[in-house]
């Protein structure tokens, strides 16, 4: 008796899911129901098919084929190659809008181009491709295409550019884990996209590359990140892209590794140098700064560097002033030289974010009050600062009693302790910071006692 109840509930349940599917399929044309199809992996999107008869060929319309990890389990007797070339041939659609490749089994280098060359006929869109360190060379297709809108390549690892380059809607290109074959491979690539927007590049390999140009009018957002160990020690990245308004930049800090020009267009920058060694270099400060002071058009800039300017008479000799007129917010995980030069400025500077990077809070400070007058911007512009990891030393102290005494208009600042720290320092450290002077009666001072943002 049990056992009918559950079989009449199971049938209830099918019927239920079954009148479902029949009304979404009877309320909705066939390009709606391709459109809602197109958000799934093609593994879903083909599972559709035993849905109802309607459903059978309608994953064949999709505009979108996305190949992953999930691709291996739609059927243990058929391979991951096998089934790709099957969905191909069955998908009908002509226009791909996307066409996605995540490859985590063996596939040989025949199939692959077979593939590529095959969406490329059918005019795709977006192109994203992962060949999990394959040695692969590109069809000529792949960069002689009208219609290629967003092109990213991952662990390609050998990339060859031996023909024509012409990607003339080409807007978004993203290359992850690429070997270069020489200087001007990269260059070449860039010269042939015209109205290329957002450029991103990631584990960029050549040990015998002497420079590496990135050099074009229509670039608005840039990421480079760059490793120790695939970038050739010494390699010289020039950036000149007059309408980059986002820059984000990891770098391994050797001389001269960076330099740019014309950014007048900059808004918001994120910069961060990796040390890899600890012996004290002036020159590699130099070119440091000199590279910090062709960012002075930014709004919004994020710094990080554990490199210490124990120097400064050496880095600030004869060095023309930059001013930051435009910045309004900084974030700083640097050397409190840095502190200092924006501080004095940055004129209008509303927002300051001071963080301890990684075994910075061993590290001396390098506090030393401006020279001169009190700077315009904490006087009269900053409103908020956040110090996040209060290490309790007294050059901390006396940068926080600097700000607190000068700071006009400051409607808040939040000061977290670094952990771990007992409370009777905790306490005296909070007694201690209540008793400074406030040039702001607005001013709300606020005291964490650790990262998650409990108050004492």
């Given at each position: ?8 509930i ?5 019927s ?6 029949d ?15 197109s958000?799934l ?10 849905l ?40 009908k ?11 985590f089994?063996?596939?040989?280098e ?8 095959t969406v490329?006929?059918?005019?795709v869109?977006?192109l ?12 000529e297709?792949?960069f002689?295409?009208k219609?290629l ?5 991952d ?15 080409l ?13 001007e ?6 010269s042939g ?11 960029i ?8 140009s990135i ?9 480079v ?10 390699c010289?990245?020039q ?27 900059l808004?918001?920058?994120d910069?961060?140098y ?15 700064l000199?590279f910090?002071d062709?960012?002075?058009?930014v ?19 004869g ?18 030289f ?10 209008n500077?509303?927002?300051l ?5 990684h075994?910075?809070?061993k ?6 009050e ?15 600062i956040t ?8 050059p901390e ?19 977290y302790f ?12 909070l007694?201690r910071?209540?008793?400074f ?12 006692r ?7």
């Open positions: 008796m049990e056992r009918t109840i559950q079989s009449s199971k049938r209830q349940k099918v239920d899911n079954t009148s479902s599917i009304r979404l399929s009877a309320a909705s044309p066939d390009d709606v129901l391709c459109h809602i199809l958000f992996p093609t593994k879903s999107s083909v599972s559709t098919s035993i109802a008869r309607r459903w059978r060929f309608l994953w064949t319309h999709v505009p979108n084929l996305n190949f992953g990890i999930e691709t291996l389990f739609i059927s243990r007797r058929k391979s991951f190659s096998e089934i790709i070339t099957r969905v191909m041939f069955l998908h659609v002509q226009s791909l809008n996307t066409f996605r490749l995540s490859r089994v063996c596939c040989s025949h199939e692959i181009e077979t593939w590529i060359t490329m006929s059918r005019h869109k977006n994203v491709i992962n060949l999990g360190n394959n040695h692969i060379k590109f069809h297709c792949l002689t295409s219609i809108v967003d092109l990213r390549l662990c390609c690892l050998f990339f060859h550019l031996n023909g024509t380059v012409c990607l003339p809607s807007k978004k290109l993203h290359l992850c884990s690429i070997q270069l074959d020489g200087d491979t990269f260059p070449h690539l860039i996209c015209p109205v290329l927007e957002e450029l991103i590049i990631e584990k390999i050549n040990q015998k590359m002497v420079s590496f050099s074009s009018p229509t670039i608005k957002r840039l990421k990140a760059f490793q120790l160990g695939i970038w050739r020690s010494g010289r990245l950036i000149d892209c007059p309408a980059l308004r986002y820059l984000q930049l990891q770098l391994c800090l050797f001389d001269d590794l960076v330099s740019a020009q014309k950014l007048t267009s808004i918001e920058a910069i961060r990796k040390v890899h060694r600890e012996v004290e270099d002036d020159y590699d400060n130099l070119s440091v000199n910090i062709t960012l002075c058009s709004n919004c800039l994020k710094f990080s560097s554990a490199k210490s300017f124990t120097n400064r008479p050496f880095v600030d000799q060095r023309p002033i930059r001013r930051f007129n435009n910045l309004t917010k900084l974030e700083l995980v640097a050397d409190w840095f502190l200092v030069k924006f501080l004095e400025n940055a004129e500077l509303e927002v974010i001071i963080r301890e990077g075994g910075m809070h590290k001396p400070k390098n506090w030393i401006p020279f001169q007058q009190v700077p315009k911007c904490i006087s009269s512009h900053l409103r908020t110090i996040d990891g209060f290490g309790f030393t007294e102290f006396d940068m926080v009693k600097y700000i607190l005494r000068n700071a006009e208009v400051l409607n808040k600042m939040e000061i670094i952990p771990p720290s007992g409370p009777k320092v905790k306490n005296e450290a007694k910071i209540s008793l002077h406030r040039g702001s009666e607005a001013c709300q001072l606020v005291i964490y650790d990262p998650l943002r409990n108050k004492l």
